[in-house]
């Protein structure tokens, strides 16, 4: 098994849901939940791939899925921001709707083969020994992929707004008191995180996965890109990490599967998602004030370690996630 | 910088917080502003921090009419305003906070800020660590922060609102002499307190409210006699009869000790009787809901221990202290107490106490019908709790209590109502106090304190004093409020 | 979530509706197909015969079910998304209790057994929802999804595994129970009234319950004021839980009728669930949490998933298209009651 090959490979798989993540934590960050993730990472793998075909450019596609991811978060920041509809039930209905459109719209372009990104390696840097075939070999989106890893870090902690931005989804109140305009950057940020989605999507149809069909195979990556963003603890390098685990989770198991032909595709393809709760269940454990009391309980030392252990995994959303900010 | 605010109105609804304030501040002086919770202070300060904008009015700045959109542009303008509880973000770092919203270009340059930061403290003799998070800070440090914060962005008003209510001595102690710091550089500084001892010693200038209107401007020095008057705007009343003896002890505080994470309230013993009424006075902030929570079994101590009825309920559940007889009033009414969304029926219902498996809806409306009899409120049983006013859902509130209570905590119980349901609702609850109930009562009436309490605890950062009725007189109770007699 | 209630007028409500047809019709043109043309294939898919209305009173019953559960937890304020899982497992224990006895005892003891045990099934798993909500702080929705996926996985693996068909072991699911295991239809008219029964039994409890109990009158405080009712002494976490365990229990009861129900496939499969529970929150959002409502909106909508099928076989359009449907209907009813009180409280106060 080439090392090198493997991760090359878990590089090249992880575009989708690495922008899809990273656009949501920009989106959570600004205090608001975009649920319907999971059905704009379908619709708008369909479109991009549609409007690929039709117009025979890739980049079109790529500026479509952006588009469409960006009109869903639209809907969610319109309908919770302004009209004050609570949020999870907009994310809900949008997932469930975008992916039936996806269904519908895409039923005539299933099975189709269309235009892909196509891989280009970078010359000279290609030949790098152990990083050149890895990072250098691949193709535009996962290039991109990788820069806005590094963007969108830097923007949050390099850059003024960037700092804005984590103000304003931790203490809206204290933000509007240092300049910031709440609702406004809000659905900035929803917006940037949905095209971010967008982008994600339309990466599986034109590279990962091309083309279209029903059931697409990447139902329930949405749902888990959520639970990245969450375990990532809103940060972009650890939400980064968080993808790539995932991925090479999957990258695993098909290995596997290859080795164990008799155990069911499925199971190995719903593995990460007990795992995700578990995770989950662990990053949260230490808020629970029960917990607390069972700690007390126990030996000092044991006490000691375990809360340093809980405190290391601890992820705490920003503040405001979700609420509304009234300036009174 | 010269501020001057000329014929201030706001009004929340029906609430005048501000009623035609005029006052100036000249440039290069300490000036404090004095007055009772409600008086409208604050309201008057996040008016000039921009917050808030006038119904009426307006702000001069060196003679010049300003405008302010919000409270960044206030910054901008000069006037910087340092909150109670800092408008800070506790999860990102000194350095981060001290950054965010400068109006500084695109990339941070957290190197050059570090060094400007350290400088501005060292200015003050304060020790700020940059990359320390802002919620391992204590109050007083994160106070130091947003301070030069502000200065860093070039403010000459600073606005301080109550900021020694949790910091330590000597943290109180660097901010003084910071404060004069500031005078001697021309700048101008506005102290909002209820401290009348700090306010004395500290300022140059004092002006005073209550009730939304300037009571009084004067120059110190000047007599307690004079600010308490000023503060509480009624002549001298007397404490009620020393009563007679009580029954027997329904609630023993044991050296409690309990804190939040603004002030702790430290070993306090208390023994409370049977038909006896307790008012704890105190500006708010001082402690005093911490108490009553330890008394409603809502918070516990860290030490100490609680008896009811001579049952000891130190560490027990909230449940439990409902069993055993206690019932608990929060201040919020529609927040806290009543259920909005839901009617009278409905309430009667919910607290049903010995439910069966069916609600009884007959039962339910017959008795809040009865209730609404009863506590002379307005309004019907299928009445949505929302809709009654304040005074309504006050007695609404009581009346949903059962009736036989061994102790009755209530946080503010007339709080917003107009002299007649004040009046009202302390029949009913003398009534209980006949039939031998204990009430302990927060309040920041003092004729109420006054009028209704065998004993008054006074509150002043934590620590409390116990004043016999009997033995105190307006004038006493305001000055310990402000704080006399607590060193 | 508090304020579900809020009162529409009917004509909002009727902007709503019609916008969401608007645009279904316009997404069928984009596809060149007539919107009337597909309405009246969606009408005779739903209503053309009497087998095809049999189809859609067994699609009705689980999402009846469901609804009602999820009443119980809205009213908590609480979004219970682990439904599916708890369908599947519902259907899972079901089916295992039928395995294991189905040769020992009467038929109809097998049944009602089984009803039992679907019930507990979905309860359990309900409660674990809760529980992981209220003890463990895991988000209620990430929870329930976990939740999902887990018993969807624990499906395929006894679907490929211990209960696999004999020789065969596919993903068409276990062994089908013969007909004497499925629940009794009058004859011509494929579904069994006591299916249908027992789901608008299902839903008048609820109903009632929500109303006339104590629970369902704290569950309501809760939802309201979890703060008020915690200080009015209502012991707030356990009756949450018990919400949970008890929209668990109904739609447990949903994967047994699933498994025994005349028109079912009579035997235990992956996704066994088929996004019924899913609908149920959208019908029971439709609804404005009102059990009356649920009732029709949850036929309603039963209709236009089945006559949606008819699109895929007569016209090449996927019959996902139901869902544009659904999906566009709450989404309309959402935007018109934001609408509607922002509106409102520009002018009023």
Same mark, same amino acid.
């Given at each position: 098994?080439?090392?090198?090959?493997?991760i090359?490979?878990v590089?090249?798989?992880?575009?989708? $849901?690495?922008?899809?993540?990273?656009?949501?934590t920009?989106t959570?960050?600004?205090g608001v939940?975009?649920?319907?993730?999971?059905?704009?990472?379908?619709?708008?793998a369909?479109?991009?791939?549609?409007?690929?075909?039709?117009?025979?450019?890739?980049?079109?596609?790529f500026?479509?899925?952006?588009?469409?991811?960006a009109?869903?978060?639209f809907?969610?920041?319109?309908?919770s921001?302004?009209?004050?509809q609570p949020q999870?039930?907009?994310?809900?209905?949008?997932?469930?709707l975008?992916?039936?459109?996806?269904?519908v719209?895409?039923?005539?372009?299933?099975?189709i083969?269309g235009p892909?990104?196509?891989?280009?390696?970078?010359p000279g840097l290609?030949g790098l020994?152990?990083?050149?075939?890895?990072?250098?070999d691949?193709?535009?989106?996962?290039?991109?992929?990788?820069?806005?890893?590094?963007?969108?870090?830097?923007?949050?902690?390099?850059t003024?707004?960037?700092?804005n931005?984590?103000g304003l989804?931790?203490r809206?109140?204290?933000?509007?008191?240092?300049g910031?305009?709440?609702?406004?950057m809000r659905?900035v940020?929803t917006?940037i995180?949905g095209a971010?989605v967008?982008?994600?999507?339309?990466s599986?149809s034109l590279?990962?996965?091309p083309?279209w069909?029903?059931?697409?195979?990447i139902?329930?990556?949405?749902?888990?890109a959520?639970a990245?963003?969450?375990?990532?603890?809103?940060?972009p390098?650890?939400?980064?990490?968080?993808?790539?685990?995932?991925?090479a989770?999957?990258t695993?198991?098909n290995?596997l599967?290859?080795?164990?032909?008799?155990?069911?595709?499925?199971?190995?393809s719903?593995?990460p998602?007990p795992?995700m709760?578990l995770?989950?269940?662990?990053v949260?454990?230490g808020?629970?004030?029960?917990m607390?009391?069972?700690?007390?309980?126990l030996?000092k030392?044991m006490?000691?370690?375990?809360?340093?252990?809980?405190?290391?995994?601890?992820?705490v959303?920003?503040?405001s996630?979700?609420?509304?900010?009234?300036?009174e | 910088?010269k501020?001057?605010l000329?014929?201030?109105?706001?009004?929340?609804?029906?609430?005048?917080?501000?009623?035609?304030?005029t006052?100036?501040?000249?440039?290069?002086?300490l000036?404090?502003?004095?007055?009772?919770?409600?008086?409208?202070?604050?309201?008057l300060m996040?008016v000039?921090?921009?917050?808030?904008?006038?119904?009426?009015?307006?702000?001069?700045?060196d003679?010049?009419?300003?405008?302010?959109?919000s409270p960044?542009?206030?910054?901008?303008?000069?006037?910087?305003?340092l909150h109670?509880?800092p408008l800070?973000?506790?999860?990102?770092?000194?350095?981060?906070?001290?950054?965010?919203g400068?109006p500084?270009?695109g990339?941070?340059?957290?190197?050059?800020?570090?060094s400007?930061?350290t400088?501005?403290?060292?200015?003050?003799?304060f020790?700020?660590?940059?990359?320390?998070?802002?919620?391992?800070?204590?109050?007083?440090?994160?106070?130091?922060l947003?301070m030069i914060?502000?200065?860093?962005l070039?403010?000459?008003?600073l606005?301080?609102?109550?900021?020694t209510?949790?910091?330590?001595a000597?943290?109180?102690e660097?901010?003084f002499?910071a404060l004069?710091?500031l005078?001697?550089?021309?700048?101008t500084?506005?102290?909002?307190s209820?401290?009348?001892?700090?306010?004395?010693?500290?300022?140059?200038?004092?002006?005073v409210?209550?009730?939304?209107?300037?009571?009084g401007?004067t120059?110190?020095?000047?007599?307690?006699?004079?600010?308490v008057?000023?503060?509480?705007?009624r002549?001298?009343?007397?404490?009620?009869?020393?009563?007679?003896a009580f029954?027997?002890?329904?609630?023993?505080?044991?050296?409690?000790?309990?804190?939040?994470?603004?002030?702790?309230v430290k070993?306090?013993?208390?023994e409370?009787r049977?038909?006896?009424?307790?008012?704890f006075?105190?500006?708010?902030g001082?402690?005093?809901?911490?108490?009553l929570?330890?008394?409603?079994?809502?918070?516990?101590?860290?030490?100490?221990?609680?008896?009811?009825?001579a049952?000891?309920?130190?560490g027990?559940p909230?449940?439990h202290?409902?069993?055993?007889g206690?019932?608990y009033m929060?201040?919020?009414?529609?927040e806290?107490?009543?259920?909005?969304?839901?009617?009278?029926t409905?309430h009667?219902?919910l607290?049903d106490?010995h439910p069966s498996l069916f609600?009884?809806w007959?039962?339910?409306?017959?008795?809040a019908a009865?209730?609404?009899e009863t506590?002379?409120?307005?309004g019907?049983?299928d009445?949505?709790?929302?809709?009654l006013?304040?005074?309504?859902?006050?007695?609404?509130?009581?009346?949903?209590l059962?009736?036989?209570?061994?102790l009755?905590?209530?946080e503010h119980?007339?709080?917003?109502l107009?002299v007649?349901?004040?009046?009202y609702?302390?029949?009913?609850?003398?009534?209980?106090?006949?039939?031998g109930t204990?009430i302990l009562? $927060?309040?920041?009436?003092?004729?109420?304190?006054l009028?209704?309490s065998?004993?008054?605890?006074?509150?002043?950062?934590?620590k409390?004093?116990i004043?016999?009725?009997c033995?105190?007189n307006?004038l006493q109770?305001?000055?310990?409020?402000?704080?006399?007699?607590?060193e | 979530?508090?304020n579900?209630?809020?009162q529409?007028?009917?004509?909002?409500?009727i902007?709503?509706?019609l916008?969401?047809?608007?645009f279904?019709?316009?997404?069928l043109?984009?596809?060149?197909t007539s919107?009337?043309d597909?309405?009246a294939?969606?009408?005779s898919?739903?209503?053309g015969?009497?087998?095809?209305?049999?189809?859609?009173?067994?699609?009705?019953v689980?999402?009846?079910?469901?609804s009602?559960g999820?009443?119980?937890?809205?009213a908590?304020?609480?979004?219970?998304?682990?439904?599916?899982?708890?369908i599947?497992?519902g259907?899972?224990f079901?089916?295992g209790?039928?395995?294991?006895?189905?040769d020992?005892?009467q038929?109809?003891?097998?049944?009602?057994?089984?009803a039992?045990?679907g019930l507990?099934g979905?309860?359990?798993w309900?409660?674990?929802?809760?529980a992981l909500?209220?003890?463990g702080?895991v988000?209620?929705?990430?929870?329930?999804?976990?939740?999902n996926?887990i018993?969807g996985?624990l499906?395929?693996?006894?679907?490929?595994?211990?209960?696999?068909?004999?020789?065969?072991?596919?993903?068409?699911g276990?062994?089908?129970?013969p007909?004497s295991l499925?629940?009794?239809?009058?004859?011509?008219f494929?579904v069994?009234?006591i299916?249908?029964?027992?789901?608008?039994?299902?839903?008048?409890?609820?109903g009632w319950?929500?109303?006339?109990?104590?629970?369902?009158?704290?569950l309501?405080?809760?939802?309201?004021?979890?703060r008020a009712a915690?200080l009015?002494?209502?012991?707030?976490y356990q009756?949450?839980?018990?919400?949970?365990?008890l929209c668990?229990a109904?739609a447990g009861?949903?994967g047994?009728v699933?498994v025994v129900?005349?028109s079912?496939?009579?035997?235990?499969?992956p996704?066994?669930?088929?996004?019924?529970?899913?609908?149920a929150?959208?019908?029971v959002?439709?609804?404005?949490l009102?059990?009356l409502?649920?009732?029709?909106?949850?036929f309603?909508?039963?209709?236009i998933?089945?006559g949606?099928?008819?699109?895929?076989?007569?016209?090449?359009l996927?019959?996902?298209?139901?869902g544009?449907?659904q999906?566009m209907l709450?989404?309309s009813i959402?935007?018109?009651k934001?609408?509607?009180?922002?509106?409102?409280?520009?002018?009023?106060?």
């Amino acid at each position: 098994m080439d090392f090198s090959i493997l991760i090359a490979s878990v590089l090249a798989a992880s575009p989708p $849901i690495l922008f899809a993540v990273l656009g949501e934590t920009i989106t959570e960050k600004a205090g608001v939940i975009n649920l319907s993730l999971d059905g704009s990472m379908l619709l708008t793998a369909m479109v991009g791939f549609i409007v690929a075909l039709h117009t025979e450019s890739v980049i079109l596609g790529f500026c479509a899925s952006m588009g469409v991811g960006a009109l869903i978060a639209f809907i969610i920041a319109f309908v919770s921001l302004t009209l004050h509809q609570p949020q999870v039930a907009t994310g809900f209905v949008l997932t469930l709707l975008s992916r039936d459109l996806a269904y519908v719209i895409g039923n005539p372009y299933a099975h189709i083969p269309g235009p892909q990104v196509s891989h280009t390696p970078i010359p000279g840097l290609v030949g790098l020994p152990v990083a050149g075939p890895i990072l250098f070999d691949q193709n535009p989106i996962v290039y991109l992929s990788l820069v806005t890893i590094f963007l969108v870090w830097a923007y949050m902690f390099r850059t003024r707004p960037g700092l804005n931005l984590q103000g304003l989804g931790e203490r809206p109140t204290a933000a509007f008191a240092r300049g910031v305009n709440v609702t406004v950057m809000r659905y900035v940020y929803t917006l940037i995180g949905g095209a971010l989605v967008g982008l994600g999507g339309a990466s599986f149809s034109l590279m990962v996965k091309p083309g279209w069909a029903r059931p697409y195979g990447i139902e329930g990556t949405g749902w888990i890109a959520l639970a990245i963003v969450i375990f990532g603890g809103w940060q972009p390098l650890r939400v980064a990490l968080g993808a790539y685990f995932f991925i090479a989770l999957q990258t695993a198991a098909n290995l596997l599967q290859s080795g164990m032909p008799n155990i069911p595709t499925q199971l190995f393809s719903t593995l990460p998602f007990p795992l995700m709760i578990l995770t989950l269940l662990l990053v949260t454990l230490g808020n629970a004030e029960w917990m607390n009391r069972v700690l007390n309980h126990l030996p000092k030392g044991m006490q000691r370690f375990l809360i340093r252990t809980l405190k290391t995994l601890q992820t705490v959303p920003p503040a405001s996630l979700g609420t509304l900010f009234r300036k009174e | 910088m010269k501020v001057e605010l000329r014929d201030i109105h706001k009004y929340f609804g029906s609430i005048r917080a501000n009623d035609g304030v005029t006052l100036s501040i000249e440039p290069g002086t300490l000036h404090g502003l004095l007055g009772e919770n409600g008086a409208g202070k604050s309201t008057l300060m996040k008016v000039l921090s921009g917050f808030l904008s006038p119904d009426r009015g307006e702000i001069l700045l060196d003679g010049k009419p300003v405008r302010f959109h919000s409270p960044a542009q206030s910054v901008v303008l000069g006037v910087g305003m340092l909150h109670q509880d800092p408008l800070d973000f506790p999860s990102l770092r000194v350095i981060d906070n001290f950054l965010l919203g400068s109006p500084e270009g695109g990339l941070l340059d957290r190197h050059r800020n570090r060094s400007r930061l350290t400088e501005l403290a060292s200015q003050f003799d304060f020790k700020l660590d940059p990359d320390a998070f802002v919620s391992d800070l204590s109050i007083g440090e994160r106070q130091q922060l947003e301070m030069i914060r502000l200065l860093g962005l070039g403010v000459s008003v600073l606005i301080l609102d109550e900021p020694t209510t949790a910091i330590s001595a000597q943290q109180r102690e660097k901010l003084f002499e910071a404060l004069h710091q500031l005078i001697g550089q021309g700048k101008t500084v506005i102290f909002v307190s209820h401290k009348l001892e700090e306010v004395k010693g500290l300022c140059s200038n004092v002006t005073v409210m209550a009730h939304g209107k300037v009571t009084g401007k004067t120059i110190m020095p000047c007599p307690t006699e004079a600010l308490v008057q000023m503060m509480f705007g009624r002549p001298l009343t007397a404490g009620r009869q020393c009563a007679v003896a009580f029954g027997k002890p329904l609630l023993e505080l044991e050296n409690i000790t309990v804190s939040d994470w603004r002030l702790g309230v430290k070993s306090l013993s208390l023994e409370v009787r049977s038909g006896e009424v307790i008012g704890f006075a105190g500006l708010e902030g001082s402690g005093q809901p911490l108490v009553l929570k330890v008394c409603a079994g809502l918070l516990r101590p860290s030490a100490g221990r609680i008896r009811i009825a001579a049952q000891d309920m130190t560490g027990k559940p909230y449940r439990h202290f409902l069993e055993t007889g206690v019932a608990y009033m929060p201040t919020g009414r529609l927040e806290e107490g009543l259920i909005a969304g839901m009617t009278l029926t409905e309430h009667a219902a919910l607290v049903d106490h010995h439910p069966s498996l069916f609600v009884d809806w007959t039962l339910a409306m017959r008795t809040a019908a009865h209730r609404i009899e009863t506590y002379n409120i307005k309004g019907e049983p299928d009445t949505l709790v929302e809709e009654l006013s304040g005074g309504n859902q006050q007695r609404a509130l009581l009346a949903l209590l059962p009736s036989q209570r061994k102790l009755l905590l209530m946080e503010h119980p007339t709080r917003g109502l107009d002299v007649e349901s004040a009046e009202y609702i302390w029949r009913l609850l003398l009534n209980r106090v006949q039939q031998g109930t204990a009430i302990l009562f $927060i309040s920041s009436d003092l004729d109420e304190l006054l009028d209704r309490s065998d004993r008054i605890l006074v509150f002043f950062g934590g620590k409390v004093r116990i004043l016999e009725t009997c033995e105190t007189n307006m004038l006493q109770l305001g000055e310990s409020i402000g704080g006399r007699g607590f060193e | 979530m508090n304020n579900w209630a809020i009162q529409a007028r009917p004509l909002p409500r009727i902007i709503a509706i019609l916008s969401a047809l608007v645009f279904s019709a316009f997404i069928l043109l984009i596809l060149g197909t007539s919107p009337l043309d597909a309405v009246a294939l969606i009408l005779s898919g739903a209503f053309g015969s009497s087998t095809k209305l049999a189809y859609v009173m067994t699609a009705w019953v689980p999402v009846l079910f469901c609804s009602a559960g999820l009443l119980v937890t809205f009213a908590a304020g609480l979004w219970n998304i682990g439904i599916e899982g708890q369908i599947i497992m519902g259907a899972l224990f079901a089916t295992g209790l039928m395995q294991t006895l189905q040769d020992s005892l009467q038929p109809g003891a097998v049944l009602i057994l089984a009803a039992f045990a679907g019930l507990m099934g979905g309860a359990c798993w309900g409660m674990l929802a809760g529980a992981l909500r209220l003890y463990g702080n895991v988000n209620e929705i990430f929870g329930g999804l976990g939740l999902n996926f887990i018993a969807g996985s624990l499906t395929v693996y006894l679907v490929l595994g211990p209960w696999k068909r004999p020789g065969i072991g596919s993903t068409s699911g276990t062994q089908p129970f013969p007909s004497s295991l499925w629940l009794p239809a009058f004859k011509g008219f494929q579904v069994s009234p006591i299916e249908v029964l027992l789901g608008l039994m299902a839903m008048v409890f609820v109903g009632w319950a929500l109303r006339g109990t104590h629970f369902g009158l704290q569950l309501k405080a809760i939802g309201k004021n979890l703060r008020a009712a915690f200080l009015k002494g209502i012991p707030v976490y356990q009756r949450m839980f018990l919400a949970f365990g008890l929209c668990g229990a109904l739609a447990g009861l949903a994967g047994w009728v699933l498994v025994v129900g005349t028109s079912a496939r009579h035997n235990l499969f992956p996704l066994i669930s088929s996004g019924y529970g899913f609908l149920a929150i959208l019908v029971v959002l439709l609804a404005n949490l009102s059990a009356l409502w649920s009732v029709p909106i949850s036929f309603f909508f039963a209709a236009i998933s089945m006559g949606s099928l008819q699109l895929a076989l007569q016209r090449q359009l996927d019959s996902s298209l139901g869902g544009v449907i659904q999906g566009m209907l709450v989404l309309s009813i959402l935007v018109t009651k934001g609408l509607q009180s922002r509106l409102l409280s520009g002018h009023g106060k």
